[in-house]
């Protein structure tokens, strides 16, 4: 079992930054692969950045270039750090843990709220 508590989230203005942490916790967390995900009103959650157990990235095409997922195992934590911030980013943020091991064990947080107006 994988508890995740996203943080981080709140306003901003267009072109700011913002830094979202996932903390794990109750599990080898090093094993699990880590996605940040967003979802807005009447759309499908959206995977935004994800990065492997082994550290392999890979981004939506909106948000290349702009945001950067790392991970701290050391820390049991995932960070999504998104910078130059636009209108469009606006959603809620979620992080998901997952890894197979026999089955499908696949966790999400609550979600953060990103707001990004001026």
């Known amino acids: 079992q994988v508890q995740l508590v996203e943080s981080g989230g709140g306003l901003v203005q267009p072109g700011g930054s913002l830094r979202l942490s996932c903390a794990a916790s109750g599990s080898i967390f090093s094993l699990y692969n880590v996605g940040w995900y967003r979802q807005t009103p009447g759309k499908q959650r959206e995977l935004v950045a994800a990065?492997?157990?082994?550290?392999?990235?890979n981004y939506a095409d909106s948000v290349k270039g702009r945001f950067t997922i790392s991970r701290d195992n050391a820390k049991s934590t995932v960070y999504l750090q998104m910078n130059t911030l636009k209108p469009e980013d606006t959603a809620v943020y979620y992080c998901?843990?997952?890894?197979?091991?026999?089955?499908?064990?696949?966790?999400w947080g609550q979600g953060t709220q990103v707001t990004v107006s001026s």
């Open positions: 990065i492997t157990s082994g550290g392999t990235t």
């Open positions: 998901n843990a997952h890894r197979v091991n026999g089955v499908l064990l696949n966790y």
